[in-house]
């Protein structure tokens, strides 16, 4: 078998780490020559592409490729990946495609669970592109008859990213909107739903997410208290001084249920709420 990813970010990585084995070669993008290296080291055969252009070698290189990860944000001018290898992929005929979506095309629910039968309701300009990009993958799915699989991410942490770093960067803060909660994943987990959704090729959308939304505020708390160190003092969020993005993630609050991962894939979160993560994380400090 062989994996060909475009986007090989954090979490395309963790599942190069989890699959590594079951691929006899692994290709994978990157947007510059500097980080070509690592990938290297990660046994993953580099490509440049820059999402405006064919890279080199791509084409080739997709025309063997049995399973195709898709990690790459969408833009004005739609999927990149569409865009420029839409035609070679069809040819490929993959026996699975999957790709990296986010849990913000639900856009904003009051707090209200959310499955992947919600009608979704885009607020930010990222996530009406993204349901746009869903919505091409699976118009694709449909005209070359392969299967593509939707993963609607939540916010991502893991090793070197989580609330430990913001402590020792100095920037942990409790930002507090009475009623906001969001869910998490850690990027583990993500590796292992995919892990565990390629092995059951369909085309399916699947929200990849833990079990607990909670306040983001609890999580610094709980972070401080496992540091052993004091949590930073609460900021309403009113007068928080946030970037336009940070404030926007704030206008979409909702519970996004992960029971279709676990029934129709069996997969069981190995890091199901913040706290079990969060402990595990400890010892990577």
């Known amino acids: 078998m062989r994996l060909f990813i475009f986007g090989t970010g954090f979490s395309s990585k963790a599942f190069v780490e989890e699959v590594r084995d079951q691929f006899d070669w692994i290709g994978g993008t990157t947007r510059s020559t500097e980080k070509a290296d690592a990938l290297r080291n990660l046994g993953v055969e580099p490509f440049i592409f820059d999402g405006e252009t064919q890279g080199e070698g791509i084409a080739d290189a997709l025309i063997s490729a049995t399973h195709v990860l898709v990690s790459i944000a969408p833009n004005d001018a739609g999927d990149p990946v569409l865009n420029q290898y839409a035609s070679e992929i069809a040819a490929a005929k993959p026996q699975w495609i999957g790709y990296l979506s986010t849990v913000g095309v639900y856009g904003n629910h009051d707090g209200a669970w959310v499955d992947e039968e919600t009608p979704l309701n885009p607020v930010s300009k990222r996530s009406v592109q993204r349901v746009e990009a869903e919505q091409a993958w699976l118009a ?138 969060l402990k595990a994380l400890l010892k990577t400090v």
């Open 140 to 277: 694709f799915a449909q005209e070359n008859d392969v299967p593509v699989q939707i993963f609607r991410l939540s916010g991502i942490y893991g090793p070197g990213r989580n609330a430990f770093e913001n402590f020792k960067k100095g920037t942990a803060r409790r930002l507090v909107k009475p009623g906001q909660v969001f869910n998490r994943i850690h990027v583990a987990d993500i590796a292992g739903a995919l892990q565990a959704a390629f092995a059951k090729p369909s085309t399916r959308v699947f929200n990849v997410t833990d079990d607990e939304p909670a306040p983001p505020q609890d999580v610094v708390a709980f972070a401080a208290q496992l540091l052993g160190v004091e949590a930073p003092p609460e900021i309403p969020f009113e007068t928080a001084d946030l970037s336009p993005m940070a404030r926007s993630f704030y206008g979409e609050n909702k519970r996004v249920s992960n029971q279709r991962v676990k029934e129709e894939l069996g997969y069981s979160f190995r890091y199901p709420d913040y706290r079990t993560a």
